[in-house]
């Protein structure tokens, strides 16, 4: 599975952007999605997970109550809307998929769980 994330950019403090990660190359409806993070000097961390068909979803406390994740699997891609954004949400974002059609086991919040990595996207927040 090849993964193609965009919608990155430099923001405000209090705005919004929203991420998309285009899948090709396996059955994308199988697959569980998850957004990931990484700030400078710091591990990557989970941000939301959705599960194959879109009825679950799991989100950070960071971003609870500001991050949407969703799907749209006709599309074979999978979104991040993410608004009243804060400087520390400052970092790349990969999206990233693991093979699990059922959603068995229930969705995986750590990065070693994900076999397939994008490249990831530049968000920058600024005060």
């Known amino acids: 599975v090849q993964l193609q994330a965009c919608g990155g950019g430099l923001v405000q403090a209090g705005g919004f952007l929203r991420l998309s990660c285009v899948a090709s190359g396996g059955t994308f409806s199988s697959y569980a999605m998850g957004w990931f993070r990484q700030a400078p000097g710091k591990e990557r961390e989970f941000v939301a997970g959705?599960?194959?068909?879109?009825?679950?979803?799991d989100y950070a406390d960071s971003v609870k109550g500001r991050f949407t994740i969703s799907r749209d699997n006709a599309k074979n891609t999978v979104y991040l809307q993410m608004i009243s954004l804060k400087p520390e949400d400052t970092a790349v974002y990969y999206c990233?998929?693991?093979?699990?059609?059922?959603?068995?086991?229930?969705?995986?919040?750590?990065?070693?769980?994900?076999?397939?990595w994008g490249q990831g996207t530049q968000v920058t927040v600024s005060s």
């Open positions: 959705i599960s194959w068909r879109g009825g679950f979803t």
């Open positions: 990233a998929a693991r093979y699990n059609r059922y959603n068995v086991g229930g969705l995986a919040t750590t990065s070693d769980k994900y076999p397939y």
